[in-house]
């Protein structure tokens, strides 16, 4: 077991030396809030369920004078998953806490929250990426991707949700510990890596409209980085690509991590209702636990360890295949 002591500490011996702190990653909490989120109570079950009423066919058979028509019953359907437990810890000694000049408990309570935080994203990412529609630049597998995704494939995909009835986002979960929500411009949503951005600027001005010529009607999203048309795009370093799964280099000119064959960049786009999640809000969604040192207890009677850890039960699903579409193409290195 991995264990935080002071000596795994660079420990500065100069008392004047400022306490600065060089910027880390910070969470990036971008697909939980498009998600539809479904809080599941305690002492209750491990899985949540989603219901909806199957729509109706259209009434086309013209009534009769004084014949009602036989009517016909309200059907539901359920969408279910099971719940997982995810959790971590961070061992520390007493001598971190009583010499380092460090605020190491502060630092290990903020970096578990960015983990939990990353953690149900790249869950959320990994079942988002499951979904049954997709295309890919050149029309064939992942292994014959060798160019960037294009203005073509992007209006197929929105031609291909609308026929589907999928509906538009128009509201996002809010930032904070509460289950509320937050208007945003209605659109689908694309997701993906932050290395589609160059060439999606690519793309042209008058086809691709960066959040920095939104007008005052549109408020951009956090990590948004544009539009093209009717679809949004937010980008994160979390949505990993498939790397090394397209096709060989050669000449190119498309990222790739080993220099033999090209990485394929996922970009999944969403509407409303396509995407259920158990949320990572609320007072109980996310439980820290903390032992500090030098507090006596079983198995360690002088308190000279602790932990800093946290734990949450956290499930992702998608609601409806049809309501998503997946993109696939390289990106330019």
Request: proline residues 6%; hydrophobic residues 45%.
């Amino acid at each position: 077991m991995s264990q935080t002591t002071y000596g795994s500490i660079s420990q500065r011996t100069a008392a004047w030396a400022s306490k600065e702190y060089l910027d880390h990653a910070t969470p990036i909490e971008v697909m939980a809030r498009y998600t539809q989120s479904k809080p599941v109570p305690k002492n209750t079950a491990d899985n949540a369920k989603w219901r909806r009423p199957i729509p109706f066919a259209p009434a086309t058979t013209p009534l009769v004078e004084g014949v009602s028509p036989a009517g016909h019953a309200l059907n539901y359907e359920d969408v279910a998953v099971t719940l997982q437990q995810y959790g971590d810890f961070v061992n520390i000694t007493d001598k971190v806490m009583d010499m380092s000049e460090d605020p190491v408990l502060k630092d290990a309570m903020s970096l578990n929250g960015e983990q939990a935080a990353e953690t149900m994203e790249n869950i959320l990412w990994g079942v988002a990426k499951g979904g049954t529609a997709v295309a890919r630049e050149g029309g064939g597998a992942a292994s014959g991707v060798d160019a960037p995704i294009t203005l073509t494939m992007i209006r197929n995909a929105m031609r291909a949700l609308k026929a589907q009835r999928a509906r538009f986002m128009a509201e996002m979960l809010a930032g904070s510990p509460n289950y509320k929500t937050e208007p945003v411009g209605a659109a689908f949503f694309g997701f993906g890596h932050t290395d589609l951005e160059t060439d999606f600027r690519n793309l042209g001005a008058d086809v691709f409209i960066p959040v920095e010529k939104y007008g005052q009607s549109m408020k951009a999203v956090p990590y948004e980085v544009g539009k093209v048309e009717s679809l949004r795009i937010v980008l994160s370093p979390l949505f990993a690509p498939n790397l090394a799964a397209g096709a060989a280099v050669g000449a190119t000119g498309m990222k790739s991590i080993g220099g033999v064959n090209i990485d394929v960049y996922p970009l999944v786009i969403l509407s409303k209702g396509a995407l259920g999640s158990t949320a990572l809000r609320g007072s109980s969604a996310v439980q820290p636990m903390v032992l500090n040192p030098g507090v006596p207890r079983g198995g360690d009677p002088l308190g000279l360890n602790g932990t800093v850890g946290w734990k949450s039960w956290f499930a992702a699903m998608i609601l409806n295949q049809a309501w998503m579409y997946r993109l696939e193409g390289a990106v330019t290195a």
